[in-house]
């Protein structure tokens, strides 16, 4: 069986709870299937009326503590609708109120499991296949910001990996940065927002305080997942304060397992995605899927 999100749910809502917390429909959508959860979210594969799936995930208000942020990101997730048409995304298709305590949004459903599902049966990837797949990653992204949209949310758990090998980014409509900011006032336990927003792929600059995130979050956000895909883990762990500390201890970011021999142009790019400075590092997505499409091919031709 395949799944869209890692399918473990353990000490928020028991399979059979999490099915029946919203009833067997929500606005004529059939719930099939219980996917997986955050701290403020239950995720479903659900049925179109009239045939068809899609992804549905269910928000809790308590998510949003700044005042209009709830209704500022279900106009968000409205206008993403139609903006987003690339073999590499799963496209949102809509959000909607669900009584006065949730909202929720629908996206593509794409066949497959995560990433992150991936690296724990597989440990890490090869450098060649790090790169191959992490370039279909941005090049989504790319469209993305094409559109005018950051995706704001990339990280091992948002990336699809298909039975035939095609990649998907998918949560583009997630509202991880209202998460963030409400962190504090949910006093939500460290591994529960963790789940959520995925801190370990936050740039210094949003672990700072800037909310609104900018093309260069998601440039470096897939630079930790390059790192990450070649070394089995990401390069740090903890919460804000510790990860910042983390970040400027190892900046510039290299490879801590010296047995992993990666190329020196898969190591500049790491290194150029990842710079502390949001101004030092890749300023377009375009720039980025280039310089992996050359680290790519350098590394075929034995010229890296």
């Known amino acids: 069986m395949q799944f869209t999100n890692d399918p473990e749910p353990s000490g928020f809502l028991p399979q059979d709870a999490a099915m029946g917390a919203f009833g067997e429909e929500i606005d004529g959508y059939k719930l099939k299937r219980f996917c997986g959860h955050g701290p403020v979210s239950w995720v479903y594969e659900a049925e179109k009326p009239g045939g068809g799936v899609l ?74 296949a790090a790169l191959a797949l992490l370039r279909l990653v941005a090049k989504g992204i790319l469209h993305g910001h094409e559109q005018g949209i950051i995706h704001g949310g990339v990280k091992a758990t948002n990336v699809i990996i298909g039975r035939t090998g095609s990649v998907y980014s998918v949560d583009w409509a997630s509202p991880r940065t209202a998460i963030l900011a409400s962190s504090g006032a949910l006093r939500l336990p460290f591994q529960q927002v963790e789940v959520e ?5 936050l740039p210094p600059e949003v672990l700072h305080g800037e909310i609104e995130p900018k093309p260069v979050a998601d440039v470096y ?46 190591q500049d790019l790491l290194q150029w995605m990842t710079a502390y ?12 899927v280039q310089a992996l499409e ?11």
């Not at 400075?277 to 980025?288: F, T």
């Open 55 to 128: 992804r549905l995930k269910v928000l809790d208000r308590a998510a949003f503590v700044a005042p209009g942020e709830f209704d500022r990101i279900l106009t968000r997730c409205t206008a993403l609708r139609n903006r987003l048409n690339h073999a590499n995304v799963a496209a949102p298709l809509g959000a909607n109120m669900l009584g006065q305590e949730h909202c929720y949004l629908v996206e593509e459903w794409k066949e497959g499991i995560t990433l992150r599902k991936l690296l724990k049966r597989s440990r890490r990837l090869s450098e060649q």
């Open 197 to 201: 927003i995925g801190y370990a792929y």
């Open 221 to 266: 956000a897939l630079g930790i997942l390059l790192y990450e895909l070649i070394a089995g883990e990401a390069p740090f762990a903890g919460p804000p304060d510790v990860l910042l500390k983390l970040i400027r201890e190892r900046s510039p970011l290299t490879f801590a397992d010296d047995s992993l021999r990666i190329s020196d142009p898969t």
């Open 277 to 288: 400075a949001p101004e030092a590092r890749c300023e377009q997505m375009g720039e980025c």
């Open 294 to 304: 050359e680290a790519l091919e350098a590394l075929k031709s034995g010229e890296a």
